[in-house]
């Protein structure tokens, strides 16, 4: 069964960096495509951006581009995503999924990360 | 504002059948067979109920179907049950290589 399990949350100052894991299991593996998912508070989903695992190519949405990082390390079917200088508004819960053909199933159980002086 | 328009909320009672609709444009929803959708209880992940505008993972409920005509998608759940209870939001690809994923803001299902 294919599963991602997510590192958990963190509490942060703004201008802090942080990274954030997703493990994958199961039937995932590299040659497979991790999708990355903001939730803000009592709000919807917004994609940020992907990366194959296999080679690393990543796409991100030019809503985050520039602002988050995401990498992986493929010997372990690990991806990652990080910040280097935290907002306030990056208070959200992070959704890490496998990303087939434009869906995403299944998902990690989400990562709460809190900025806040 | 979200890409996908879907309706704040909807409502039914147990046994009756609602649908959710969730609107984009000739560029996405009305372009490509890309749509999925997905249930959201409260303080858990997300998961796929829909995906390829018709087509049901494996252990998801028949109760669940999907449908598209023109550049809007629908989510029908018959024989409403109170787990049906949730947050249900709509994605579609966009053929954007920028932003390949576009999601609806969501549509709160309340069962009466």
């Known amino acids: 069964e294919a599963q991602l399990v997510q590192s958990g949350a963190e509490v942060k100052k703004p201008g802090e960096s942080l990274r954030i894991s997703c493990k994958a299991s199961g039937d995932i593996s590299a040659g497979h495509w991790i999708s990355w998912v903001r939730q803000m508070p009592g709000k919807g989903l917004e994609w940020m951006g992907r990366?194959?695992?296999?080679?690393?190519?990543?796409n991100y949405s030019p809503s985050f581009q520039g602002h988050v990082t995401i990498s992986a390390d493929k010997s372990i079917t690990t991806a990652f995503l990080q910040w280097s200088s935290l907002k306030a508004s990056d208070t959200a819960i992070y959704y890490c999924a496998r990303d087939r053909d434009f869906s995403f199933d299944p998902w990690g159980q989400g990562t709460l990360v809190t900025v806040s002086s | 504002q979200s890409a996908l328009s879907q309706p704040a909320s909807v409502s039914g009672s147990p046994g009756q059948s609602i649908t959710i609709s969730c609107t984009g444009t000739s560029s996405d929803i009305g372009f490509y067979d890309y749509v999925s959708w997905y249930q959201q209880h409260p303080g858990k992940a997300p998961k796929l109920i829909i995906y390829?505008?018709?087509n049901r993972p494996s252990g998801v409920s028949r109760r669940f179907s999907g449908s598209k005509s023109g550049n809007t998608a629908s989510l029908t759940i018959s024989g409403l049950q109170a787990e049906d209870d949730g947050d249900y939001f709509c994605s579609s690809y966009s053929g954007s290589s920028n932003t390949p994923v576009v999601f609806g803001g969501g549509t709160k299902l309340t069962v009466l």
């Open positions: 990366i194959d695992l296999s080679d690393s190519y990543t």
């Open positions: 390829d505008v018709t």
